[in-house]
């Protein structure tokens, strides 16, 4: 049975792509069948992985069309790893969902049909809570929420957690908040520290695995590498390693914020 993790923050640059392309290819490495699935327009998860738009149908016909994500997705240059690319047009599913029926539940339907094929499912939300990143918590069995280091960190938390809520409540009332992960920790400045401090005394289900600010990080992108075969004894490359590690390990209980 699969796990559908939703990598959520309306925030943007906190680390959910990099997040679903690096956990991604760290958890496929341990052996597990994975699949990222690109909800978000600016398909930067996409083109990390090096996929380049072809034509082939996309995570936008997933969810209007009604096309298999079995036709969308192709495997990466990661064994176990697949990809089910985005479009920009997947800006315009947003209004398009709209008058659908059952509109928050399309891509649930669309990854339910899947969770034979994968161990792991890991959406990259937009960064926004509309109609995409709510069919994404109405599909997902947990929430993993990047947090950047820097100031203002736990500013929107408290929307994103009520948005959480009101999912449970309405749409899909298992999902749980599997934990907040610290992004762009630098150890020289205090900031980090305090931020991090602070992220865990309101959130004890914050990861004990601490993604590092990584120059090496932000270039394997270009490359459309993930960072484990852009530079596999970075600092980075074994943080993400951990992070599988903890999310294999650990507990299932449930959290909530
Ligand atoms: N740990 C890190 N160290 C350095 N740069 C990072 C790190 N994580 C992400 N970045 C960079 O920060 C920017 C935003 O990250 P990204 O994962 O795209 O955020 P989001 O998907 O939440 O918008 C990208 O340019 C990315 O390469
Ligand atoms: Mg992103």
Request: negative net charge.
């Amino acid at each position: 049975m699969s796990e559908v993790i939703a990598l959520a923050n309306q925030k943007g640059g906190v680390g959910k792509t990099t997040t679903a392309i690096n956990l991604g290819a760290a958890l496929a490495m341990h052996g597990k069948r994975v699949l990222i699935f690109d909800f978000d327009p600016q398909a930067n998860s996409s083109a990390g992985l090096g996929m380049r738009a072809d034509g082939a149908a996309t995570t936008y016909e997933v969810v209007i069309a009604g096309v298999p994500v079995v036709d969308v997705a192709r495997p990466t240059m990661v064994e176990g790893l697949w990809l089910a690319a985005a479009s920009p047009s997947l800006a315009g599913a947003e209004v398009e969902l709209v008058p659908m029926m059952a509109r928050e539940f399309r891509l649930k339907r669309a990854l339910d049909a899947v969770r034979e094929s994968y161990e792991y499912v890991l959406i990259d939300c937009p960064p926004s809570l509309g109609l995409l990143t709510v069919n994404a918590l109405a599909a997902a069995d947990e929430v993993i929420v990047p947090v950047q280091c820097e100031y203002l960190a736990l500013e929107g938390l408290s929307q994103l957690t009520s948005t959480l809520e009101l999912v449970r409540r309405n749409l899909n009332s298992s999902l749980r908040l599997r934990g907040l992960l610290l992004t762009m920790f630098d150890g020289r400045t205090n900031l980090s520290q305090q931020v991090a401090d602070e992220v865990r005394t309101h959130f004890t289900n914050t990861f004990t695995t601490v993604i590092p600010r990584s120059v090496r990080l932000s270039e394997a992108p270009s490359h459309g590498l993930a960072i484990a075969q852009y530079d596999p004894s970075s600092r980075a490359a074994r943080a993400y390693g951990e992070l599988a590690m903890e999310l294999i390990n650990g507990s299932r209980t449930e959290v909530r914020a």
